[in-house]
């Protein structure tokens, strides 16, 4: 199996696409709709990287916090249509390496996941 992943959108469809196709090109996924669940995973399993969308309630800073405390050097990726400077500097100040604006095709999006783990290892 390759690198583990975990996906955190709140959008059902947004986590079924990244999986299926980060899984098609060797990635092993895991994803989760909401922050509870996505702390969750984080205590019970080791990423590699996280890919977070702004989850309403500045949850997805909850998220990230939760992920650095237990993997300090593994890459995160804030993946939004929201972009905003609160989002932005929320995401930042919590840990996130990189944000990438949706929509983004999945080619694109898989070199700059390969990108930040390469540059994390």
């Keep these: 199996m390759g690198r583990r992943l975990l996906i955190v959108d709140d959008d059902a469809r947004v986590t079924e696409l ?17 922050a509870m669940s996505a702390i969750a995973l984080i205590r019970e399993n080791l990423f590699d990287l996280l ?10 800073r909850d998220v990230i916090l939760k992920f650095r405390e237990k993997n ?5 990726i ?3 249509g929201n972009v905003s400077s609160e989002t932005l500097r929320v995401a930042l ?13 999945m080619p694109e999006f898989s070199k700059e996941v390969e990108r930040l783990l390469q540059a994390a290892s």
């Design 72 to 76: 300090p050097k593994a890459p995160v």
């Design 51 to 60: 890919v977070v969308d702004s989850l309403p309630n500045l949850a997805s």
């Design 93 to 105: 100040e919590a840990g996130a390496n990189l944000l990438l604006e949706k929509p983004l095709g």
């Design 18 to 34: 990244l999986c299926r196709y980060l899984s098609s090109v060797g990635y092993d996924t895991r994803s989760s709709q909401d």
């Design 78 to 80: 804030l993946f939004t």
